[in-house]
């Protein structure tokens, strides 16, 4: 238990957990002084991102050469890492929702922070676990700025703002859950 405790540590997941739990509750504090109304997925999507985006700090330990040359295997490790980073995100939003406010449904909030898990995972993978958040955040400034989905090549780039049953959000959220989590898994943080 103790191994686990040190790689959560140095993996700042205490400091990850904080900042998700900060901007969950900040979101909902805002989503409860109105808004577009009950259907608007974006104080949701915000709060998923956020966490994501926090989450994307502990991908990478504090010193990548010692992490490739340690005696233990990486691969489930490091997906491990990425699935339950995801499970914890979805946790955090669905955890405020208990106290009152409705942001999203159940299978919104799993589709949405799988797929942005998968972003963050992809975004360290290629860029290194510091800047494994410019994924996500490039990914939703676009999809809150984008003109409505009425084509599918524009429901793949606003999957995260799509309801739960729209095909092409969940097939893209589902290829960018296995594609990250495989492609960081494998190969690790850059450098």
């Known amino acids: 238990m103790r191994w ?108 949405d922070s799988a797929g942005l898990m998968g972003l963050v995972a992809l975004g360290a993978t290629l860029s290194g676990g510091q800047f494994g958040w410019t994924l996500p955040f490039a990914w939703l400034s676009f999809s809150f700025f984008a003109p409505p989905a009425t084509g599918v090549p524009m429901q793949v780039a606003t999957w995260m703002l799509l309801p739960h049953g729209t095909a092409a959000g969940t097939w893209t959220a589902l290829v960018l859950m296995v594609a990250g989590t495989v492609a960081y898994a494998v190969a690790g943080p850059r450098r």
């Not at 980073?85 to 929702?97: E, H, K, M, P, R």
């Open 4 to 111: 686990l405790t040190l790689y959560a540590r140095s993996r700042q997941v205490p400091a990850s957990l904080a900042a998700m739990v900060i901007s969950a509750v900040a979101v909902w504090a805002l989503a409860r002084d109105g808004g577009e109304g009950p259907g608007d997925p974006r104080p949701a999507v915000l709060v998923l991102a956020a966490a994501a985006m926090a989450v994307s700090i502990g991908l990478s330990g504090q010193d990548l050469a010692l992490d490739r040359t340690a005696a233990i295997r990486w691969v489930p490790r490091r997906a491990a890492h990425v699935l339950l980073g995801g499970t914890v995100v979805g946790a955090v939003l669905l955890t405020v929702q208990a106290m009152g406010e409705d942001l999203a449904t159940t299978a919104f909030v799993v589709r």
